[in-house]
């Protein structure tokens, strides 16, 4: 455990922490794989860095 999430309980609470929890363990779950090829694509169409 890194030192700092032994502070995150004690400093926001159960029930909090909980719901952090909750939500790092459904991620997963609306998750979807990217492959190579679609990050590829992605990373094509983002816009760059100080351009708007």
């Known amino acids: 455990m890194d030192h700092a999430e ?3 309980p004690a400093v926001l609470g159960e029930e909090f922490t909980a719901a952090l929890d909750r939500g790092h363990e459904a ?3 609306r998750s979807a794989e990217v492959d190579l090829t679609r990050w590829i ?3 094509a169409r983002a816009p760059r860095r100080g351009s708007r």
């Open 6 to 8: 032994e502070v995150v």
């Open 27 to 29: 991620d997963p779950k």
């Open 41 to 43: 694509r992605g990373a």
